[in-house]
Structure formats: structure tokens, C-alpha cells
């Protein structure tokens, strides 16, 4: 039997011209923790963390869950984490945990998605929303990574403390959906005023610096 998927009713896929000012944005910067990386197999979502950024400035609007997996946390992951199996045993499902961070975006007014590694992110949502037989589409989103190729190409892949450091960024709790979040959204602040000193100002051209053709949005 096939299973329709039905759609969440959030509506995150906003239409903003190119040719807007990143200071009269509002961007969301999320990060998830999981159990393991193979989010396509066996393992699953623990924790959301997000932030806003709001005209180039963070804002103390937060948002944080820990995410029942229906399954046991790996020693390694709560070693690195500290999320232990109490924090997780009565924490909401995946589902109702994707539906509150996705409220929190849509309450927010966010017009786009940023992350550190933003696919693995995507991909963690995109399976728990499948394995619940639900989709929705997906906003802007840009990887910090991807600005950071951009103003300093390296074959040299390191990680968001390394970057953060790099660029001047503050540094949070690692290792913690809200704590990276909060560490990738200062870290994106000031690589968007690098870009303003090469006069990308707009999100055109953040995109453009992403290596995105354009702002169209995608459904999972």
C-alpha cells in the first residue's frame, strides 16, 4: 500500500526579492543532535536548538526541545552531548517536536534557514517527517559553510569552533542544539559583514556567495 504523505501547514517557502537588504531580514539558525550520523538507517533525533537573527543582530528569540528517538542514546553520543536517555524519556515525539520548531519559525515571520552543515540538518527533518508519513517545504536555507568557501577558499574542512574562532564569532555551549546555534548564528553575523565589506549586501548575493542560482524553495 502507498502511503500519501500530507503536508504540514506551515507556510515557510516566503518569495523574497533578491534585491533585499540582509539588515531587513530575519533569518532562523537551527542545529539538531541525533543519535548517530546515519539518520537514513537506524538513528534518530534528539534535540532542535534555534535562534533568530534579526537585521544582523541576534535576537533572544530561542527555541529548544529534546526529541523522544524511541530507541537507546549510544554511550559516544551522550558523551559528546550530554543528553542522556531522562532527558529524552518523556521529551515529545519527532513529530510534534518538527511541529513546534516549525511554529516557532512561522511565529517569527523567518524568510530563510541557516546552519553549520545545513544538509545533514535538512536531512535529520526530512527523515523524521517521513518516518511519520508527513512533508512540507523547506525555505531559503544557506550553510555558513558555503559563505566561508566563498570568502576563504580551502580544501581544509574544519569545525564551527575552528570557523568561529577564525571570524571573531562568540562561542557557545558545543555539542548543544542551542548552544551551536547560537555559536553558527554569530558566526554567520559576522560573515555577512564580510561579504557587506566586498558590497554583498543583499540576499541575492548571499545566495549568489552560497553558490545558489536562485531562491526557490524545495519540498521534502
Not at 503536508?7 to 530575519?26: C, S, V, W
Request: glycine content about 6%; proline content about 3%.
Amino acid at each position: 500500500m502507498f502511503w500519501k504523505k500530507r503536508n504540514l501547514p506551515y507556510r515557510l517557502n516566503k518569495q523574497i526579492p533578491l534585491n533585499t537588504l540582509l539588515e531587513d531580514m530575519t533569518f532562523t539558525v537551527f542545529d539538531t543532535e541525533t543519535t548517530g550520523f546515519a539518520v537514513s538507517g537506524g538513528d534518530r533525533l534528539i534535540e532542535i536548538g534555534a535562534v533568530q537573527v534579526k537585521g544582523l543582530q541576534m535576537t533572544e528569540h530561542t527555541f529548544q526541545t529534546y526529541v523522544n528517538p524511541d530507541r537507546d542514546i549510544p554511550r559516544e553520543i551522550m558523551d559528546l552531548t550530554g543528553i542522556r536517555q531522562t532527558h529524552v524519556k518523556d521529551a515529545p515525539s519527532s513529530l510534534e517536536a518538527v511541529n513546534r520548531f516549525y511554529q516557532f519559525v512561522e511565529d517569527n515571520e523567518s524568510q530563510g534557514w541557516i546552519g553549520h552543515y545545513l544538509a545533514f540538518d535538512l536531512m535529520v527533518l526530512k527523515k523524521e517527517l517521513q518516518r511519520w508519513q508527513h512533508t512540507c517545504q523547506e525555505p531559503i536555507g544557506v550553510d555558513t559553510l558555503d559563505i566561508i568557501g566563498y570568502l576563504n577558499p580551502s580544501w581544509d574542512m574544519r569545525d564551527l569552533t575552528h570557523y568561529a574562532r577564525q571570524f571573531g564569532a562568540n562561542i557557545y555551549e558545543r555539542h548543544s542544539a542551542l548552544g551551536d546555534a547560537l555559536t553558527t548564528a554569530s558566526l554567520f553575523i559576522e560573515l555577512c559583514y564580510h561579504l557587506k565589506y566586498r558590497n554583498k549586501q543583499t540576499l541575492g548575493d548571499l545566495l549568489e556567495a552560497a553558490g545558489k542560482n536562485s531562491g526557490k524553495t524545495t519540498s521534502y
